[in-house]
């Protein structure tokens, strides 16, 4: 199955910092990596899909690149309203793998 | 507006079959191009990738899990039964249903763009 590692685990950032995180991929998926956010006792909700389109109502603080084996998922500005978990998802061959999370709290 | 909910049991039994329904509305799967997927996450852990089927009745099933799995779609076009056999406490998890968009790449070909609307998921617990 395709691997994917992300990078931290978790991290502590203040309201207003800029917060990146990582995805690494087993192997090539070209583009096909997309991001979503959970927060505790919700479903999981679509930010990116193929590395870098923003989803249709997601704020423009939210951004994607990367291609091959290594992604990036940037938030440009933290809001309050961004500390949750965020996960990498490949669609390339399946089984379409997740990472296993990071998780954004509170400084 | 595209909603989706999961129903079925909340407790099965070690070596019982689950049968979950996602029960959908504001698209069909007599659209061409749609689907609906399964996806899993145990407590405090990752998502899981479980099984999909399309409008054309085109289906993928995750083969790393020992379950047999079923997916199908009913006749009306809003609903989509999950069956998972030989089910174990490992299978304990929230199990949720996501509208899919079928997308086309030509080196790979065709692939599931995103899980892009989710349901609220339903928590089964395998225990004897």
């Known amino acids: 199955d395709m691997q994917l590692t992300q990078s931290p685990s978790s991290l502590s950032a203040f309201v207003g910092d800029r917060v990146t995180i990582t995805c690494r991929a087993s192997?090539?998926?070209?583009?096909?990596l997309n991001w979503y956010q959970q927060k505790p006792g919700k479903p999981p909700k679509l930010l990116i899909y193929a590395a870098s389109s923003l989803q249709s109502g997601v704020p423009s603080r939210f951004s994607g690149s990367g291609s091959g084996t290594d992604f990036t998922l940037t938030i440009s500005s933290l809001q309050r309203e961004d500390f949750a978990t965020y996960s990498c998802?490949?669609?390339?061959?399946?089984?379409?793998?997740f990472g296993q999370g990071t998780k954004v709290e509170i400084k | 507006q595209i909603t989706l909910k999961e129903s079925g049991p909340t407790l099965v039994k070690p070596t019982q079959t689950l049968t979950l329904t996602c029960t959908f509305s504001g698209f069909s799967l007599r659209t061409s191009g749609v689907g609906v997927g399964w996806i899993r996450q145990p407590p405090g852990k990752a998502l899981e990738w479980l099984a999909l089927?399309?409008?054309?009745?085109?289906?993928q099933y995750n083969p790393s899990l020992k379950n047999t799995f079923s997916i199908t779609k009913d006749t009306s076009g809003n609903q989509v039964v999950l069956t998972m056999a030989n089910m174990d406490p490992v299978d304990t998890a929230t199990y949720y249903c996501?509208?899919?968009?079928?997308?086309?790449?030509?080196?790979?070909?065709?692939?599931?763009?995103?899980?892009?609307?989710w349901g609220q998921g339903t928590m089964v617990t395998v225990s004897s």
């Open positions: 996501t509208h899919i968009v079928r997308d086309y790449d030509p080196l790979t070909g065709y692939y599931p763009r995103a899980f892009d609307i």
């Open positions: 089927i399309y409008w054309n009745d085109d289906k």
């Open positions: 192997q090539s998926i070209g583009s096909h």
């Open positions: 998802q490949q669609n390339y061959s399946p089984p379409f793998t």
